[in-house]
């Protein structure tokens, strides 16, 4: 898959898959010692495993993905247990000066207290600059701290977490689902959000029936490109 850019200096990157639909479906007819039945067989019972919750079959598509994201997006997102996480060290390498700076800066929303809402009144230009400043005030510390004969594990210290890190998730299916379901939706923090739309991209190519099954039969949430991609599915199949 090529590398899909998230934020301004990310991206997501499937490194390879194992399993697809066909391990979801082989896992799934092991019971009865089946194989496949044709397309509309084979999708009508990943539908039917979504939809009664037999979601073992699906720990049998498996992705590996290469991750650039902020810290604070990082911190979320290995939340996530199910899924194998390997992450640069700041111990053993210097961090590129790479950092997220938002588009815009978004108010506190009122009604949701752990949400955001768009604030074109703020002056961002302003926020910009004192954000760029602390963020470089950091760096300069951090690599005088350095210079100074301060380990790289004690240095690190004065970094935000909007410094970029990276890191390798290798995910089965079923959990992705899991991670979409919760971090696509509106309710999560809108840059997660990126990174599960990026996602959902490596999920379409490796497991089709799958994914248009989850958005289907599972996806409940808001965001903008998984709900176009179900309007899409569900017109298509009416
Ligand atoms: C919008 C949003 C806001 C959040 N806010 C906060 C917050 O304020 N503070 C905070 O700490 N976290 C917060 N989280 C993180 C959240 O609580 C979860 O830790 C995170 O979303 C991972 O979800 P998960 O446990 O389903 O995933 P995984 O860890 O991948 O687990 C997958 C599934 O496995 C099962 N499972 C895993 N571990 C166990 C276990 N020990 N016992 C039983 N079943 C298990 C559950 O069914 C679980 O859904 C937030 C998440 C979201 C999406």
């Given at each position: 898959m090529r590398d899909i850019p998230v934020l301004d200096k990310g991206f997501v990157r499937l490194i390879e898959s194992m399993g697809g639909d066909a391990g979801v479906l082989q896992a799934a007819r092991v019971s009865f010692a089946g194989s496949s039945k044709g397309e509309v067989a084979d999708r009508r019972l990943i539908e039917y495993l979504l939809k009664h919750q037999h979601?073992?079959?699906?720990?049998h598509a498996v992705l590996k993905f290469h991750v650039k994201a902020p810290i604070f997006v990082a911190r979320q997102w290995f939340r996530h247990r199910f899924g194998a996480y390997n992450e640069i060290s700041f111990r053993y390498t210097t961090p590129s000066e790479d950092f997220y700076t938002p588009e815009s800066f978004r108010a506190q929303d009122q009604k949701n207290k752990q949400g955001s809402v768009a604030a074109p009144s703020l002056d961002q230009e302003g926020l910009r600059r004192s954000f760029a400043a602390s963020v470089d005030l950091a760096f300069k510390t951090y690599h005088g701290m350095v210079e100074a004969g301060v380990a790289r594990e004690m240095a690190r210290?004065?970094?935000?977490?909007?410094v970029y890190t990276e890191f390798f998730w290798t995910v089965n299916a079923r959990s992705l689902m899991n991670f979409l379901w919760l971090?696509?939706?509106?309710?999560?923090?809108p840059e997660i959000q990126r990174y599960a739309e990026a996602l959902s991209e490596g999920f379409a190519q490796t497991c089709p029936w799958t994914y248009a099954a989850f958005l289907s039969h599972l996806w409940t949430g808001k965001n903008a490109k998984l709900d176009a991609e179900k309007d899409r599915l569900c017109s298509a199949s009416s």
């Open positions: 979601l073992t079959p699906f720990e210290m004065v970094l935000p977490v909007t971090r696509a939706d509106a309710h999560a923090q």
